[in-house]
């Protein structure tokens, strides 16, 4: 472990394309949703493909709408969120993350992942990457369910919870709006990725 963790008791992750790539689970509900869309394998591809690319040129605002102007599939706007917040699928950890979090433990460090978003969508992609499985004592905070980040909220609760100061605290993400979240609490941050 770095010797920069020593000062902290309390180590809070951000989740997506901080502990893993998003994309490994957003293209897998992307797969589904075109196979539920489609009655042959070569018209579910393009879907798949539209969807994907999409995505990665103009972002998810909007995406299934796009979809729907561009193909007029008979699956509504309901479904395909219904598919992409339970899609079931296997979500590799960052080694090194994977790596950080044992010792981090190891040490006796409280951690937590922070993270933004649809909570039933973010609990399944929690279960894909089987995180609480490898371990046990890791505590999954939902901020939709206090407050999104920016908000400091989540972070400071789960301060108290811990009984953890915010200058024994560090939160680690990928992103501005993390970056924003822990100026906002009072904490340290460090910018993150792979």
């Known amino acids: 472990m770095r010797q920069e963790w020593s000062k902290y008791k309390l180590v809070v992750f951000d989740l997506d394309n901080t502990l893993y790539r998003e994309t490994d689970y957003l293209f897998a509900a992307y797969r589904r949703i075109a196979?539920?869309?489609?009655?042959?394998?070569?018209t579910a591809e393009e879907y798949y493909s539209y969807l994907c690319t999409s995505f990665t040129r103009e972002g998810r605002t909007d995406l299934f709408q796009r979809f729907k102007d561009r193909y007029a599939v008979?699956?509504?706007?309901?479904?395909?969120?219904?598919i992409l917040r339970t899609t079931e699928c296997a979500l590799p950890i960052y080694p090194a993350k994977k790596d950080l979090?044992?010792?981090?433990?190891?040490?006796?460090?409280?951690?937590?992942?922070?993270?933004?978003g649809n909570s039933q969508q973010q609990r399944q992609k929690i279960a894909n990457l089987q995180i609480k499985e490898l371990f046990p004592q890791l505590t999954v905070v939902?901020?939709?369910?206090?407050?999104?980040?920016?908000?400091?909220?989540?972070?400071?609760?789960?301060?108290?919870?811990?009984?953890v100061r915010p200058e024994e605290t560090i939160f680690v993400g990928d992103g501005e709006t993390d970056c924003q979240t822990a100026a906002n609490a009072g904490v340290d941050f460090v910018y993150t990725t792979e």
Request: overall charge neutral; charged content about 20%; aromatic content about 2%.
């Open 35 to 42: 196979e539920r869309c489609a009655a042959d394998p070569p």
């Open 74 to 82: 008979a699956l509504s706007i309901p479904q395909m969120l219904e």
């Open 101 to 116: 979090i044992a010792q981090l433990l190891e040490k006796g460090k409280k951690v937590a992942i922070l993270t933004n």
């Open 142 to 163: 939902y901020a939709s369910e206090i407050e999104s980040k920016p908000s400091p909220r989540a972070l400071q609760q789960l301060m108290v919870q811990t009984g």
